[in-house]
């Protein structure tokens, strides 16, 4: 487990189009009930939010897992980033596993997801990326809305037909990805670009979360908990409280305000 | 993508109703493999983009969404289609109001622009049928009564542009969709009698439509109460285990799991090698190796089914 960054409840960004962004995060991560190594790890600095989960035999999840977050968190300070430097920083981790002698020899992999501050054609924009199956979601005006799309064997079967969202749940390969960082792949992970707006809140967490909370309860604990870290906290306990059979980590990210700046000049 | 049709229902010179034309009109680009619309009058220097598109070679998609202007004097809203020349993806990009609805075995959805800009892009599988629509219009069955079958290259305008999949052209199997995990060839599929295709230490050829125990002495394990296939394999070493290993369709990928051997099982693709956890599945692609020990080398072989259809075609 390697956690980078962890909480603040004021951060102003100024992004390169010009609009300041006003931020609250809180990120925590536990081993789980079952489980004897955290294997997760994490990056909560502007201007990245992510979570990777590892994979492998003996400490080679862990291994990978903190390779990527730690590439990703080279980007800290800056302002923005696009996708070119977090393609870069997924390569560049997957070399960094290659290195890992005596313990990546066996194959080590990741699966990585999360949000990076951005701006696209001078709009400021989460920059949201995944590969595997954890997870990012947005809450707008109560609404709560799954950004990313797992890459995962069940995924595929709801999206056939061939199984309903329920028994994907409960089947015996929920956990068998179809893409992950690592395990010698060219990492390609998914883009999706968000528009960051005042009130909304982000949410990246490893399927350890999600495994034990349906998104009805996910919601729940963040409409309850209107500060991120109370917020995360009770996620983190819920996820615990249902089992806990996972590592479980916990991003939320607040935007309070999102100024531009022809509102500053005027 | 699997060969289809576009229809569209296209306002005759005289609405047949005054006022009754609830939903937008759209301005419409047919490719060989895009379909692209815009709220009517698509502005001038857009209409001719799109119909030197439509007319000219294949484009792809970055070149399409290059042809649209954004920004202050800029297309507010749009949708656009696009499908590449084998897989079974269509990427949709859609802009301001419009939205396309995509129907597929698991039900039907929206992709919407929810205010996202510049756009809203995202790639979809199985499809069997798609829509253009709005964010204010109700997602309900796709099938316009007024729709007439409309000739790709070709501009014109629509109160409602569909694509289905025509009757007898099978929804691309997922046996071949473009592999993200092994970087196998992304052929289309077709999806009759889906099988595994594997060798056993240089044996023969061998297929199995059923869940496949590999070992020493294979048993089947009560928690399975489906047909298997037991494959022993004579000669084995003692490094192989009773029951060693298990192949099995999911959907159109084969997951192979570790079924908790003494030795482990070793994983080879074209790019590198890794040791599978005690009880571990993964997915393997055509062309992956696995080694359960000693000669016993099961190697995963491309399905029958994985080869292109030459009678296939993007919709035109």
């Known amino acids: ?266 | 993508m699997v060969s289809g049709e576009v229809r569209a229902a296209v306002p005759t010179a005289a609405p047949r109703e005054a006022g009754a034309e609830s939903s937008p009109a759209w301005e419409v680009f047919v490719g060989e493999r895009f379909i692209a619309a815009f709220a009517a009058p698509a502005p001038a220097r857009v209409a001719l983009a799109f119909t030197e598109a439509a007319n000219g070679p294949t484009a792809d998609l970055e070149d399409l969404v290059g042809r649209i202007p954004l920004g202050p004097d800029g297309v507010e809203t749009f949708a656009l289609m696009w499908w590449p020349p084998t897989g079974d993806t269509v990427t949709a990009v859609v802009r301001g109001d419009a939205a396309v609805d995509l129907a597929s075995p698991g039900g039907r959805r929206r992709l919407d622009a929810s205010g996202i800009r510049p756009w809203h892009l995202a790639d979809f599988r199985d499809v069997i049928a798609l829509r253009v629509s709005s964010s204010g219009a109700p997602l309900d069955a796709m099938d316009d009564a007024d729709a007439a079958p409309v000739e790709p290259s070709r501009r014109f305008r629509a109160r409602s542009v569909e694509w289905h999949a025509v009757a007898g052209a099978e929804v691309a199997s997922p046996e071949a969709r473009g592999d993200d995990a092994g970087g196998a060839a992304g052929a289309e599929a077709s999806a009759p009698a889906r099988s595994i295709a594997f060798r056993i230490a240089g044996g023969e050829l061998r297929r199995s439509a059923v869940p496949v125990l590999i070992g020493r002495r294979p048993s089947r394990p009560l928690a399975l109460p489906e047909p298997v296939e037991l494959i022993r394999v004579e000669g084995g070493t003692g490094a192989l285990s009773a029951t060693h290993l298990e192949l099995r369709l999911e959907g159109g990928r084969i997951v192979a799991t570790d079924l908790r051997s003494t030795n482990g099982t070793v994983v080879r693709t074209g790019s590198g090698t890794r040791r599978m956890r005690a009880g571990e599945s993964i997915v393997v692609a055509p062309g992956t190796v696995l080694e359960l020990g000693g000669d016993t080398i099961v190697e995963i072989l491309p399905t029958q089914d994985d080869q292109a259809h030459p009678d296939r075609q993007a919709p035109a």
């Open chain 1, 1 to 266: 487990m390697t956690q980078i960054g962890n909480g603040n409840t004021r951060f102003r960004v100024t992004l390169p189009g010009g609009a300041e962004v006003r931020l609250a995060w809180s990120a925590m991560t536990h081993t789980g009930l079952r489980r004897e190594v955290n294997e997760d790890s994490f990056v909560a600095q502007p201007p990245v939010f992510a979570v990777a989960d590892g994979m492998g035999g003996h400490a080679a999840g862990d291994f990978a897992s903190a390779a990527v977050v730690t590439r990703l968190a080279e980007h800290g300070g800056r302002d923005a980033v696009g996708t070119p430097e977090i393609d870069q920083s997924l390569r560049l981790a997957v070399q960094d596993m290659g290195r890992g002698a005596g313990v990546t020899d066996e194959g080590s992999g990741t699966t990585v997801t999360g949000a990076a501050l951005g701006s696209i054609s001078g709009e400021p924009a989460w920059l949201v990326f995944n590969i595997g199956d954890s997870r990012v979601y947005r809450l707008v005006g109560g609404v709560l809305e799954q950004l990313t799309v797992d890459h995962s064997i069940v995924q595929e079967l709801v999206d056939a037909g061939q199984i309903t969202r329920d028994e994907a749940d409960s089947h015996p390969h929920a956990n068998v990805i179809t893409r992950a960082v690592g395990f010698h792949e060219a990492p390609l992970p998914d883009y999706r670009a968000i528009a960051i707006e005042p009130g909304m809140r982000l949410l990246v967490c490893s399927d350890g979360l999600t495994k034990e909370l349906t998104s009805y309860g996910i919601r729940h604990f963040l409409l309850a908990n209107p500060k991120a870290e109370p917020a995360a906290r009770a996620l983190l306990d819920a996820a615990l409280g249902n089992g806990g059979r996972d590592n479980v980590t916990v991003i939320v990210v607040d935007v309070i305000a999102v100024t531009r700046p022809t509102a500053t000049v005027g």
